[in-house]
């Protein structure tokens, strides 16, 4: 088992910046995926980002160009920088793992197995 566990979600306006961390314990292998999805209000979970140890990343296409994501292997973290937030980036965040050496496509929760409680970003206009 893997265990999740969020930080960094505040409320600011938009245009701020907020960075939010995640710290991986349990059975967790420095080669896994992992990412970050998001839950808004009345919508799907949706993906956000996703880094293997190696580089090579995954983003949606709504963030790019604004969020920028980055792993610390060696303590098994992973962050998620964001920049120029709006709006409708108001969601709870999820940490996630795939245990596999790739990322899968963030287009959809399969192969992400485990998953943190979340935390909160709220951009007010």
């Known amino acids: 088992q893997v265990q999740l566990v969020e930080s960094g979600g505040d409320s600011v306006q938009s245009g701020g910046s907020l960075r939010l961390s995640c710290e991986a314990t349990g059975y967790m292998e420095r080669s896994y995926c992992m990412g970050w999805f998001r839950r808004a209000p009345g919508k799907e979970r949706e993906g956000v980002a996703a880094?293997?140890?190696?580089?090579?990343?995954l983003y949606a296409d709504s963030v790019q160009g604004r969020f920028t994501i980055s792993r610390d292997s060696a303590a098994n973290k992973v962050y998620l920088q964001m920049d120029n937030l709006q709006p409708e980036d108001t969601a709870m965040y999820y940490c996630?793992?795939?245990?596999?050496?790739?990322?899968?496509?963030?287009?959809?929760?399969?192969?992400?197995?485990?998953w943190g409680r979340g935390t909160q970003v709220t951009v007010s206009s």
């Open positions: 880094a293997t140890r190696f580089g090579s990343e």
């Open positions: 996630t793992v795939s245990t596999g050496w790739t990322c899968p496509p963030i287009t959809s929760t399969v192969g992400y197995g485990y």
